[in-house]
């Protein structure tokens, strides 16, 4: 059975890129900074859940909430040195 799906709106499609940002942390290019790495995922990904929270009070807006997760992957930048493919380990 096929159902009809509503497309998503582009406050929601801005809502999903920002989420998707704010969690693609990169692992780290040396083992010494694989706890940075851990952290950064953890931190990133409550604040994630707090933000989806407060949307399912009603507190914030998805424009707003987009906004929110915008603002902390700005304000919490990478601070390791992260792996790329083909690098040295």
Not at 5 to 11: G, M
Not at 12 to 31: C, G, K, Q, Y
Not at 48 to 65: F, P, Q
Request: charged share 20%; net charge negative.
């Amino acid at each position: 059975m096929s159902a009809e799906q509503t497309p998503l709106t582009a406050d929601v499609r801005e809502l999903l890129a920002a989420i998707r940002v704010t969690l693609d942390v990169p692992l780290a290019a040396h083992h010494s900074d694989d706890r940075a790495a851990f952290e950064a995922i953890r931190t990133r990904a409550t604040f994630v859940r707090g933000v989806l929270e407060l949307a399912d009070g009603g507190y914030m807006s998805v424009e707003s909430m987009a906004s929110a997760l915008r603002r902390l992957t700005a304000d919490h930048p990478i601070a390791y040195t992260p792996h790329t493919p083909g690098g040295d380990q």
